[in-house]
């Protein structure tokens, strides 16, 4: 069992920038892809970024490339998500969700647990 809290969000304005972090417990993630989404009010929830267990490989949303940067501290079991020039249409929770193993999935049920998210909101 893992158990993921995020950390970071709140308000800011457009232009502005947050970081997000997602600590866990429970067990490593030196053997977890992990994953950020967010869902905004009444729609389903999306895919941000990804990065498997050795920081090697990130991938990323078309909204969100070059704006946004993956990255994790294994030592600290967390994850972190780097937002700069953030655009209203950034605001939604956003949530870090782990799975085990090498592959490094977009779609949000490939992974197997979820934080109870953060709340990112961007004033225009």
């Known amino acids: 069992q893992v158990q993921l809290v995020e950390s970071g969000g709140g308000l800011v304005q457009a232009g502005g920038s947050l970081r997000l972090s997602c600590e866990a417990s429970g067990r490593t993630l030196s053997d977890s892809t992990m994953g950020w989404f967010r869902q905004a009010p009444g729609k389903e929830r999306k895919f941000v970024a990804t990065?498997?267990?050795?920081?090697?490989?990130?991938y990323y949303a078309d909204d969100v490339e070059g704006r946004f940067t993956i990255s994790r501290d294994n030592a600290k079991n967390t994850v972190y998500l780097q937002m700069n020039s953030l655009k209203p249409e950034d605001t939604a929770v956003y949530f870090c969700?782990?799975?085990?193993?090498?592959?490094?999935?977009?779609?949000?049920?490939?992974?197997?647990?979820w934080g109870q998210g953060t709340q990112v909101t961007v004033s225009p």
């Open positions: 969700a782990e799975r085990l193993g090498l592959e490094v999935p977009t779609e949000p049920q490939r992974y197997k647990f």
């Open positions: 990065i498997n267990w050795n920081g090697r490989h990130r």
